[in-house]
């Protein structure tokens, strides 16, 4: 048996000369398939109908009925059965017929036993990749529908109506909200439950890319473009064709290159770095930002004409603490994230006191630190239920909190965010990562910071 031969796969071969077919039938056994064999047209549809194959070889010319019927019998049972034609009359005009209804490949007799089960490994392999791919695209259409995106307020109900109104659009989106209000599930969602679907999502974070390097990055480059670049690459605007490409922090995105999306969006062309040729892409461009791009615009910081494309379909995300009876759910919905990543968390509900103190706490990083505060409670927690008593480190120190006696101390800006950094990274227990993502910068920021000795600005 060969190691390529996928496990149980079942092999229809079809030939009106049974020495014929049982030849074949008996090659391919030895190599590790399943077999079946008919000796005529009829038999081989009479089969098709009432046992489930993985792949059919069939004579094209046979006294009964001939291959092409057998052919149509088998993409009538599944489109995606790879079916093979044989042939002693071959000709090309025989090839590009059987080709032009299905089949995957066209073999003239006397076969070549190897050549056959070649190409057969080929087309099963290929159709696993198919069956794998279209089981993860349901696997993530069914991550991204709006029961990933937890809420009953107002606010949410009004964002998953417009979320259902404009998946098969084509018109730019931009949306808006504090860190951590979770902008990028809403583009995932604008993506896998469109028409698009199919095609690829794109992400790309422009505040975590050196403005030296996005350009390259977004639009792609030449080779020998700059040094370094041994190779050309395509960039991910190409890379998204045929998808949605998310363009996160879009704010974060240098001026000089802001012409070059506007381009994109108004013409639908890229052009790489280093080239003097433009590339047409089909893309829609979703955008987010936790800035007020309309003061960065007055500030001219940001061109009005990209902001004014980007912007036909405005989505602004609450802040958590302005949507407070979604948080009970949304802790229930994150408790069942934690238990499914770690089987051995004990906690499987979370208490009334807990959440009343869910309810209490103002959640300056929105979902994001929700998330982040369930899964440290459910990892320490002793018992199954999630007590106020787990949630205990939610209630801030009041000798960490900047906010008393800042009128009488009248503390320079400055040491006003040094005060609240150090606030932040407290609540967090000195996470970078987790303090960035409250302060919506990127965590380089705070490394930088920590090593000159605070003398880097946000």
């Not at 006696?405 to 040491?415: E, K, T, V, W, Y």
Request: glycine content about 8%; hydrophobic content about 40%.
């Amino acid at each position: 048996m060969t190691a390529s031969a996928p496990l149980g796969a079942r092999i229809l071969v079809v030939d009106d000369h049974p020495e014929m077919a049982a030849g074949l039938g008996d090659y391919l056994t030895d190599h590790g398939y399943g077999v079946d064999t008919a000796t005529g047209g009829h038999e081989a549809i009479g089969k098709l109908q009432t046992s489930s194959y993985d792949a059919v070889i069939t004579d094209l010319r046979m006294r009964d009925t001939d291959g092409m019927d057998v052919l149509a019998a088998a993409r009538e049972q599944d489109p995606r059965m790879p079916v093979f034609i044989m042939t002693a009359y071959g000709s090309i005009e025989n090839a590009i017929e059987a080709i032009r209804r299905g089949a995957f490949h066209y073999f003239s007799k006397p076969l070549k036993a190897e050549e056959v089960r070649i190409y057969l490994e080929r087309a099963l392999d290929q159709r696993q990749i198919e069956r794998s791919h279209s089981a993860l695209l349901k696997e993530i259409q069914a991550r991204y529908t709006f029961e990933s995106m937890v809420g009953r307020s107002h606010g949410m109900r009004r964002i998953f109506d417009l979320i259902d109104r404009v998946t098969d659009s084509s018109a730019s989106v931009l949306i808006t909200g504090e860190s951590g209000t979770g902008k990028e599930l809403i583009a995932r969602a604008l993506h896998f439950r469109g028409e698009r679907k199919k095609g690829p999502f794109v992400p790309l974070n422009c505040a975590a890319i050196p403005a030296t390097l996005i350009e390259s990055e977004l639009f792609g480059h030449e080779a020998g473009a700059f040094t370094g670049a041994n190779k050309g690459r395509p960039g991910l605007a190409v890379e998204a064709h045929g998808g949605t490409l998310f363009l996160d922090e879009v704010g974060e995105l240098p001026l000089e290159l802001q012409p070059k999306l506007l381009r994109l969006l108004q013409e639908g062309e890229v052009r790489p770095v280093g080239s003097d040729k433009t590339r047409k892409v089909d893309v829609r461009i979703v955008a987010a930002t936790n800035r007020e791009l309309a003061q960065s615009v007055k500030q001219n910081r940001f061109r009005a004409d990209l902001y004014y494309r980007l912007n036909v379909v405005p989505i602004d995300v609450p802040p958590l603490r302005e949507r407070r009876e979604d948080i009970p759910i949304l802790a229930e919905r994150l408790l069942l994230r934690v238990c499914d990543a770690n089987p051995r968390t004990k906690v499987r509900q979370v208490s009334t006191d807990a959440v009343e103190l869910l309810l209490a706490y103002d959640w300056p990083g929105n979902v994001r630190e929700l998330e982040n505060a369930i899964e440290r409670a459910a990892t320490l927690a002793s018992s199954d239920v999630l007590t106020a008593e787990d949630m205990r480190f939610l209630s801030p120190k009041a000798e960490t909190n900047p906010v008393p006696g800042l009128m009488a101390a009248m503390p320079s800006l400055r040491d006003l965010e040094n005060q609240y950094i150090t606030y932040v990274l407290e609540r967090m227990q000195g996470s970078k990562v987790k303090a960035a993502a409250i302060l919506g910068v990127d965590p380089s920021t705070l490394y930088r910071r920590e090593k000159a000795g605070d003398s880097v600005k946000l």
